[in-house]
């Protein structure tokens, strides 16, 4: 192979990689996380430089501990859920002119370490959605919450057609562009795997990439009963939807949907 033609292929790579410090901006959703969003947001800024928290209504400092980290901070008058938060977040990104978003939560779950691997995947993949995959250290995983991830990625794959590992986990990347086309409703929970079923519908990329499994002593966010029963709710809408588009739907065409 010639030096030319080595040279020209390395500059085509070098061109399709994605300045990420420059293009994407961290998102992180919180409620009263006034003593985890500080570390979590040092351990950020050696990753990505521009970040919004999202404060969702919380009843004590987390906005004023992010604002003294130099997070740039949306504050929502009341607790409206994670759905309404992030895509507050996403909005603001929009605004500031960034292509892509990296979606943490603000309980220090997340490993801020892990976020190259995620650039990683966009660049040579061309996915448009990447998310984090904590099933291959499931152990670390409180066994309620490893047994409902697994059960609700076990429907989600069935009504898509597609093996989904970890249909539940929150920290992604997405092309900002692409996430805000989409018609996307759900105001908790519910809100990633409805973002999940809903770039699979529009037949576009998803990847999964290994990330850490952390778990911190003291109570979730998450009400296991209320939850459920939203998503529950959310996923026979699905079933419905299915059900009324027929043998025609993008759920038929299982080999058309690109997911690793």
Known sequence: ?????????????????????????AVISCFNEEERIGPLLRRLRSQLPSVIVVDDGSADDT??????????????????????????????????????????????????????GF?????????????????????????IRRLVNVWMSSRISAITGVTLPDSQCGFRLAHL????????????????????????????????????????????RIRPIRDTWRWWRWLRTQRHARTQSGPASVWTRRQTNPVS
């Open 119 to 143: 650039f990683d995947c966009a660049d040579r993949t061309g996915a448009r959605l990447v998310i984090g995959n904590r099933m291959n250290r499931a152990n670390a995983m409180p066994w």
């Open 177 to 220: 562009e692409t996430l805000l086309s989409l018609p996307l409703a759900t105001d908790h929970f519910e809100i990633e795997s409805e973002m999940l079923t809903a770039f699979l519908a529009a037949r576009l990329r998803v990847e999964f990439v290994p990330v850490q499994t952390i778990y911190h002593a003291g109570p979730s």
């Open 1 to 25: 192979m010639s030096s030319l033609l080595v040279k020209t292929r390395f500059q085509g790579i070098m061109e399709a990689m994605i300045d990420w410090p420059r293009h994407c901006a």
């Open 63 to 116: 906005a004023q501990v992010a604002q003294r980290h130099s997070a740039d901070v949306v504050r929502l008058p009341e607790n409206g859920g994670k759905g309404v938060a992030l895509r507050s977040g996403w909005r603001r990104a929009q605004e500031r002119g960034f292509t892509w978003v990296l979606m943490l939560d603000g309980d220090g779950q997340h490993a801020p370490d892990d976020a190259p």
